[in-house]
């Protein structure tokens, strides 16, 4: 959950990225609660090998950045 957390912040601290995307397995229910604790959220969508789609919008937290 940490490592999640930090990447989340360094995504938000570059302000490059706007959306993150992850895939899991839904029999991966720790995967799963590590990434809703995150902000993700799940999609409908699943990649062709079934595994689900979260996502997470990711808001600038440079104020370089903010204005890029």
Do not use: K, W
């Not at 706007?18 to 902000?39: E, I, K």
């Not at 079934?50 to 370089?64: H, K, N, V, W, Y």
């Amino acid at each position: 959950t940490e490592l999640m957390a930090g990447l989340v912040r360094h995504a938000a601290e570059t302000g490059l990225v706007r959306r993150l995307y992850a895939y899991t397995t839904a029999s991966n229910a720790a995967a799963c609660r590590v990434l809703t604790h995150n902000g993700f959220a799940a999609s409908a969508t699943t990649d062709a090998e079934g595994r689900l789609r979260f996502e997470r919008d990711i808001e600038p937290t440079s104020p370089l950045a903010a204005t890029q």
